[in-house]
């Protein structure tokens, strides 16, 4: 992850960020955020994020840092990522775990830290008509979802752990000896009880 803007240190918050971040990333890792350009905000900032051949691409900007800039930002980090050897990126599991890549990661942001610089501006106005597909969400709302799904979770869960008799096979061989007798036992009281009333 990378900070956009704004250097952060723990007294201002990039602990509880960073610990956005590691949630986004199981969402992503989950399916149950779309693999694809995204803008998640958070109080006054936002994660943007994109996801491509596999690898997720975020970082955390200012809410008032252009998102066609912070998208440009993620697909030069992808171009740059695009020239390791696949090899070496399929052998990592933990995120923040590709420290080679640091420097170029430096590199790319120091281009866009000024969004008023000359080549930040024609990239914000090249391609004025074509807007980024960018999908946008709440973190409240991704927390929200990931609450819900939880606790349905855990209700499934629950209901089956209550009452395994009913799933398990010892019911259907009760079931299976004990209906015809039943069948049996409730005919002939009917017979009887006819019987005895005519």
Known sequence: ???????????????????????????????????????????????????????????????????????????????????????????????????????????????YIDTRTQTNLSKLNADNKQELDILTEEMSVVVERRRRSDILVRMMKAHKSTSPIWDSKTLEIIAAKWTPITIIFVVAFVLLWSSLKA
């Open 1 to 111: 992850m990378d900070y956009q803007g704004t250097i952060y240190d723990e007294e201002d918050g990039s602990i509880t960020y960073k610990k956005h971040a590691e949630f986004l990333l199981h969402e992503i890792s989950m399916d149950a955020l779309p693999p694809s350009t995204t803008t998640v905000f958070l109080h006054h900032h936002c994660f943007n994020y994109m996801v491509r051949n596999g690898v997720c691409f975020i970082t955390l900007c200012d809410a008032s840092y252009p998102r066609k800039l912070a998208f440009h930002y993620l697909q030069d980090l992808q171009k740059e990522f695009d020239k390791v050897d696949p090899e070496l990126v399929n052998q990592i599991t933990e995120p923040y775990s590709f420290v080679k890549f640091d420097h170029i990661i430096c590199n790319i942001r120091r281009q």
